[in-house]
């Protein structure tokens, strides 16, 4: 009777495949284990065990298992249940659900190698003069890697001649394996076993003579004494100040010998300080209500102004979950904030807290991967973006999820489109597990989940040590460029408070939701903007780089010096962006010191630790940004936040802009006055009278929700209907909306709810692809999970289509 193994493949594909396996490898395997399996005709990709059968596929036959990668599961039990919800509930495959789960170091990469084939006889004269050198390169060594045969012909396309050379049955293809993820090694050093005994070691230190030399061995020795542990090269170079070329002589001279150790790379090497934590009476409050809430219900959230110390009350917790041995997961929605958090919970818990997000590099994520797998005590408390989400818990007790309000929980590309705050729940409920939700400013979708009593709800309306909320002065532009009180974008109201608080030594925040210098370029005399070839976009001018770039695709050209229509010379910028108030700043501040944080000044690795510090240890006096900036930063010397324009966001084509406009105003306001001195927010706006800018003002948080919510029921939104966006892409116009309009009939006819559409978006065109758009309102009567079963079945008859098949469908559930 043949065995089988069913295995998910990181594909897109919407089934898992049965593979045969001896009957040793049949008790070996494990569900969770990664296998090397061979798919399509020559490729070798890293599969996950799903499960162990004896039922034989029908449609095809099971090829052989490639190896067996892992002595141990992996992946465990609680992973694979969540990314079959995963693929269920956001509609995709669970191949790709596996794709964003795993490290992809450790996804090994097939690799083609070429090999010569031996024993025959080849006439040379019958081989071009390109299939003669990889020829004669096999006869040199016994393999080529295709990167090998790029560089042997100086030519990138070389698939056709090597396809010549199997043609005429020179060449072999093989795939090979190669596993990536290689461990830290470090280099320590130690006094070589022929000077073991202590003569020995007298007479080395009487021969050697030179100066260098013995300042290096008489500081191993002092560094020896007082460590008591094994000593690396860099510790000994860094203490004697000696060279490594004098080490390497030591060495040379078989004095030193050099040997390497395993080293972890998320190690920090941070002990727990002994300061207790210490609760206001309103915060102890929330505690106490929080462990009651939950105790009757699962998730709670809580709901407190900014300011309100969520993180010491998110610490009391870590620590009653730590004090029972349970694993703890802290959700955050920006890289941004873990700098500032991983520092706060390390005074309190040590080198128990990990760190798990896309700037850490494949072999750091692996090592915390396989720490949260083993139940390391290293990494009990995991802080993270929403990836790490996908880490394999064992043992969770407690889920943080902090501003949970944030649109960077929810993915957009590439799929799964999951929302982490919604998925964690589900993770956490396979746990048994309690999650705590913290927001300023909730989500409507959430706080509506407290007022039925599906969660718990903890308010905390007072700032930590009692300081008082921020006043809130509203500019009018109208007003100000009216009467000329204006100086290049900022108003005089706001020039006078900045200046009040810089006279002080205070710090300043100024918000600006747009990156670059200027949102687009004019010509004066023909109206002409440049736009991007790829999108339907306008380019961005960015000053610093001189250039005009595209944010959809990348696209960029230097700026030009006359308009590309009418050739004239007379280009004005639009608008503005964070680039453009820095050098406004500049002129009107020459003697402050001036930093700008938005997705362009923090691409590196530690681009974001770099400006926090800086800003942290005042060294910065204004810090301009973006949005990154909206997000649970705290900082104890900012007494002014500038919002410069607010209309921005109250007038985007979505149906949340007034509930993000509240947010983020709301958000960006409290990062003023958060030690004892009352801190002041100036907003900017051309519509004071507002709603939305009004209950800012007024910290009104339950009139905005009331309001939005009696137009989400009007207008079927979220919470009382769920969305199912589709999005169809081609680069021809006409198949994109000719295929748009059958599926949107179809979906019409076979769904008794709101289909709306075909749309064409706001930005029609993107990388040089039309789209197309079809939203489905799903009311809270109808099963979701049915409707979607409807839905994937109506898809794959549209893939069935001929003409249809290369337009590309997007499925996005619940739209944020």
Not at 342 to 365: D, I, Q
Not at 460 to 487: A, G, S, T
Not at 640 to 648: C, E, M, Q, S
Not at 681 to 691: D, E, G, L, R, W
Request: aromatic residues 10%; hydrophobic residues 40%.
């Amino acid at each position: 009777m043949p065995y089988y193994v069913e295995v998910i493949l990181p594909l897109a594909l919407n089934k898992t495949f049965t593979y045969l396996v001896s009957e040793t490898e049949f008790h070996f395997i494990q569900p969770g284990m990664r296998i090397a399996v061979p798919f399509g005709k020559s490729k070798i990709f890293t599969a996950i065990a799903l499960e162990l059968h004896q039922n034989p596929p029908s449609l095809y036959e099971a090829k052989e298992i490639h190896q067996i990668l892992d002595e141990k599961p992996i992946v465990n039990q609680w992973q694979l249940k969540h990314w079959q919800w995963i693929a269920t509930y956001y509609m995709c495959s669970i191949g790709e659900v596996f794709r964003a789960a795993l490290p992809s170091t450790l996804l090994l990469e097939s690799e083609t190698i070429l090999s010569a084939k031996q024993e025959i006889v080849v006439d040379d004269l019958s081989l071009s003069d390109d299939e003669f050198l990889i020829f004669e390169a096999l006869q040199h060594q016994s393999s080529l890697k295709i990167n090998d045969v790029i560089a042997i012909l100086n030519k990138k396309n070389v698939f056709p001649i090597i396809q010549k050379l199997i043609d005429k049955n020179i060449l072999l293809l093989q795939e090979e394996i190669q596993e990536v993820y290689k461990p830290k090694l470090v280099r320590y050093i130690r006094i070589h076993q022929n000077y073991a005994s202590n003569e020995a070691l007298s007479d080395l230190l009487n021969v050697i003579k030179a100066k260098k030399q013995s300042e290096l061995l008489l500081g191993f020795f002092q560094l020896q004494a007082v460590e008591r542990k094994p000593i690396s090269v860099k510790q000994l170079l860094e203490f004697t100040s000696v060279s490594s070329a004098v080490l390497k002589v030591l060495i040379d001279k078989a004095i030193f010998e050099e040997y390497h150790l395993i080293e972890d790379r998320t190690d920090f090497k941070t002990d727990a300080m002994d300061s207790e934590l210490i609760l206001s009476e309103a915060q102890q409050k929330a505690l106490l209500e929080i462990k009651k809430q939950l105790t009757q219900k699962d998730i709670c959230l809580l709901h407190g102004v900014t300011s309100s110390g969520k993180t010491e009350i998110y610490s009391k917790l870590i620590q009653e979950s730590l004090d029972t041995g349970k694993q703890i997961l802290f959700l955050l929605p920006e890289i941004a904030l873990t700098t500032q958090l991983l520092s706060r919970l390390r005074k309190f818990f040590g080198n128990k807290v990990a760190v798990f997000h896309s700037k850490y590099s494949n072999n750091e994520r692996v090592e915390v991967w396989n720490q949260v797998l083993e139940n390391s005590p290293k990494a009990q408390v995991v802080i993270g973006a929403r990836s790490a989400m996908f880490l394999p818990f064992s043992n969770l007790g407690l889920v943080i999820v902090d501003e949970e309000h944030e649109q960077n929980f929810k993915q957009v590309d590439p799929a799964p489109r999951y929302h982490a705050r919604d998925a964690v729940t589900v993770l956490a409920n396979f746990h048994q597990a309690k999650v705590v939700l913290g927001s300023a400013t909730p989500s409507l979708e959430t706080y509506y989940n407290t007022q039925n009593n599906k969660y718990g709800l903890v308010e905390l309306f007072e700032r930590y040590n009692n300081v008082p909320m921020p006043e809130i002065l509203l500019v009018d532009l109208k007003d100000k460029y009216f009467r000329k009180r204006m100086n290049g974008h900022f108003s005089d109201t706001l020039l006078e408070e900045i200046t009040n608080a810089l006279s002080l030594g205070e710090q300043v925040i100024l918000f600006q939701n747009r990156r670059g210098y200027a949102p687009l370029l004019e010509c004066i005399t023909c109206g002409h903007v440049p736009q991007c070839p790829n999108c339907d976009v306008s380019l961005t001018y960015h000053k610093f780089k001189n250039q005009l770039r595209c944010h959809y695709c990348g696209h960029s050209i230097a700026k030009p010096t006359n308009c590309h229509q009418c050739s004239s010379v007379d280009l004005i910028t639009k608008g503005f962006g964070t680039e453009q108030i820095e050098l406004e700043l500049a002129t009107l501040f020459p003697n402050k010191k001036i930093q700008r944080m938005d997705q362009d000044t923090t691409r590196g690795k530690f681009g974001y630790e770099k400006i926090i510090d800086k800003f942290q240890n005042r060294e910065v006096d204004i810090l301009v940004g973006t949005q990154m900036l909206a997000k649970g930063l705290d900082f104890d010397n900012v007494s002014l936040v500038g919002i410069l324009n607010a209309d921005n966001m109250l007038y985007f084509p979505d149906f949340r802009a007034f509930e993000r406009s509240y947010q983020m105003m709301s958000q960006v306001s409290g990062r003023a006055g958060r030690s004892e001195k009352k801190g002041k927010v100036v907003i900017q706006t051309y519509n004071p009278n507002h709603n939305t800018i009004q209950q800012v003002t007024h910290t009104d948080y339950k009139g905005m929700y009331k309001e939005q919510l009696y137009e989400r029921q009007i207008f079927k939104y979220p919470p009382f209907y769920k969305l199912v966006k589709i999005t169809l892409r081609h680069k021809d116009f006409e198949k994109v909306k000719e295929s748009s309009i059958w599926l949107y009939q179809v979906l019409s006819q076979h769904l008794q709810m709101p289909v709306l559409g075909p749309e064409e978006p706001a930005i029609s065109k993107i990388r040089n692809e039309y789209i197309r758009t079809i939203m489905i309102k799903i009311p809270e009567t109808v099963s979701p999970q049915q409707t979607k079963k409807t839905i994937q079945k109506i898809l794959n008859s549209f893939d069935v289509i001929v003409q249809y098949r290369s337009v590309k469908l997007v499925v996005n559930v619940d739209v944020t």
